[in-house]
Every structure is written in C-alpha cells, then in structure tokens.
C-alpha cells in the first residue's frame, strides 16, 4: 500500500515492534511527496530515515521537527497544570497580604478609638511580664486570636475565662494556665503590637509567639503556638481553641470541666 498512499496517519503504540516502524526500507517506498501524520510516538519513525526522506523528497514537509525519544502530552499538562496553580498562589498570597493589611488598619484604629475609652495607653516603652517559671503543670490552654477580634477577647474575660488574681490562682494551685495567642503584625513595634503590649501588661493573658498574622498562615500558627508552650510550660495536655469557643461553651460547662479535670489529677 505504501507507494498508493498521499497520506499516512500513524496511530499505533510504542513497543519493541513498532519501534523505528517506518525505517529507510519503508520510507524508499512511499510515493514523492508523501504527507506522514504521525499521532504517536516520535521513536515510531527512524530519525535519521525521516530526515533523509526529506532531503531526497520522498516526504512533503522539510521542516519537519523530529523527537525519536516521543513526547509524552501528560508531561505538558502537568507543566500548564503546575504553572496555574502557582499563578493560583500567588494572587492568593497577594490577597492575603492585603485582607491583613486591612485588618491591621482596621484594628489599629480601634485600638486607638478604645484608647481613648478606656484609657489604656498606647506607648512602647511599657515592660511585658516574664516567663513564668518552668514547673509541673496540668495543662495549658491556647485561645487563638488576632488583632481585630477585640470583642471577642473581651467576651471572653467576660464570660469564662479567669482574671487577675483569679487566673493566678487557677494557675499555681490548680496548674491551669490560660493565655490569648496572638503573634504580631507586620510592621515591626507597630501601633498593633504596642497596644497589645499595654493589654498584656494590664492582664498578663497573653502568649505572643514568633508569628506574623495572617490568614492563610493559621495552621502555621497552631504550630508555632504548641512548640512555644511546650518550650515554655511543662505541662500534661496542651489544648488549643479559638476566640468564639464561647459560642459553644457556657460559663459554668467551661468551669465544670476545668474542674473536673483538675480533681481527677488531684
């Protein structure tokens, strides 16, 4: 059939058979100006072969661009796959960055606005409070927050979280401790991070570990957060939630079951 044929599609698989199928034997045959399609593999075709056919006429293309190894189509799906997926990233990251922007800005301005409220100063010469010292506890409890859920930390010490004396209390009798994890912003000693500052130095509920905020980076955070406690408590359990555990939780469940855990290890 070879000297009949104007075209010839090829559409066979690769095996050691049909490997180098159309060598210079086959090729001699073909008719002056054959078109060759070639739906499959590039080692289907004797390179060199091809190349001489083309030179001597036998087939029409001159400029015909030959890969004996073959190309594999999934190899270039993949790469327009992977490089969507980093385009994907990318404006995700860059939407990230400006969500946090904009919620630093947000917060900055309400810690200003309670401020002036409360009259809680904003400066950055205030002293932050010690590590406690390193001892035996029964378990410490992560409450996950950010710079702009001021209510929610508020509804928090409101509701079941201890305070003052209290919270001490709960922490060098019963070896509870209670902190707010938060990290810090971007802009290095900012107006965030001060305020902060000034809260922690009010309350002392607060664990600050090496963490910028950010949305994206929450479960980077809930690591940093473990191996900061581990680091700085030796403690039984280590327990992580978030700011709107209140939502679920009442008051008297939360105490119940601080208690209760505290008097089965008594």
């Known amino acids: 059939m070879l000297p009949k ?26 008719k002056k100006g054959v078109l060759i399609v070639n739906n499959a593999r590039g080692a289907i075709m004797d390179t060199q072969a091809v190349v001489d056919g083309c030179s001597s006429g036998h087939i029409a293309d001159e400029k015909l661009k030959l890969v004996a190894e073959g190309c594999n189509p999934r190899v270039d799906k993949a790469k327009e796959f992977s490089e969507e997926i980093s385009k994907a990233q990318h404006t995700m990251q860059s939407l990230d960055k400006t969500i946090s922007n904009l919620e630093m800005e947000l917060a900055a301005a309400r810690v200003v606005q309670d401020s002036i409220l409360t009259g809680i100063p904003i400066s950055g010469d205030l002293s932050v409070t010690e590590p406690t010292k390193r001892r035996k506890y029964l ?46 912003s971007a802009t290095s000693c900012g107006i965030l991070d001060r ?37 700085l408590w030796d403690a039984d359990f280590y327990v992580k939630v978030d700011d709107d555990v209140h939502v679920n939780i009442v008051f008297e469940e939360v105490q119940q079951w601080i208690w209760r855990i505290a008097s089965c290890t008594a």
């Open 5 to 30: 044929c104007d075209i010839i599609v090829i559409n066979t698989p690769l095996t050691e058979k049909t490997k180098g199928l159309f060598d210079k034997a086959k090729i001699s045959k073909l």
């Open 139 to 184: 378990m410490v409890i992560g409450i996950n927050t950010s710079f702009s859920s001021r209510k929610r930390i508020d509804y928090v010490r409101a509701t079941w979280m201890q305070q003052g004396e209290k919270l001490k209390k709960l922490e060098d009798e019963k070896g509870i401790i209670m902190r707010f994890v938060i990290g810090h």
């Open 195 to 231: 305020a902060i500052e000034a809260e922690e130095h009010k309350h002392g509920d607060f664990l600050r570990p090496d963490h910028v905020e950010g949305y994206l980076e929450l479960s980077t955070k809930t690591k940093i957060y473990f191996a900061t406690a581990v680091a």
